[in-house]
Nanobody
Framework: QVQLQESGPGLVKPSQTLSLTCTVSGGSITTNYNYWAWIRQPPGRGLEWMGSIAYSGSTYYSPSLKSRTSISRDTSKNQFTLQLTSVTPEDTAVYYC??????????WGQGTQVTVSS
């Protein structure tokens, strides 16, 4: 059973960089055809895909966030990370990491609340 766990600070100041790590267990992030995604849900709004890193290491980003988003991985730790720069209060959300395959996302982390506030 694949398990994902998000970690990182729950409070970030405006203009700073938000950094989150997703630790994966029960499966390798380099296994073929898996995509590892960051998805967020602002309060009162729907889920928003932010970007993904593929099993190959290729990255894909939401056009609306591309200029501020970076996703990387540490295969030795079986982790992938999100960096979101120049945050504003509009970036306040529950952030999830998830495993994506051809037919959708099948495993999710529990989510972590991130609040952007001074």
């Amino acid at each position: 059973q694949v398990q994902l766990q998000e970690s990182g600070p729950g409070l970030v100041k405006p203009s700073q960089t938000l950094s989150l790590t997703c630790t994966v267990s029960g499966g390798s992030i380099t296994t073929n055809y898996n995509y590892w995604a960051w998805i967020r849900q602002p309060p009162g709004r729907g889920l928003e895909w932010m970007g993904s890193i593929a099993y190959s290491g290729s990255t894909y980003y939401s056009p609306s966030l591309k200029s501020r988003t970076s996703i990387s991985r540490d295969t030795s730790k079986n982790q992938f990370t999100l960096q979101l720069t120049s945050v504003t209060p509009e970036d306040t959300a529950v952030y999830y990491c998830a495993r994506g395959r051809e037919d959708g996302y099948d495993f999710w982390g529990q989510g972590t609340q991130v609040t952007v506030s001074s």
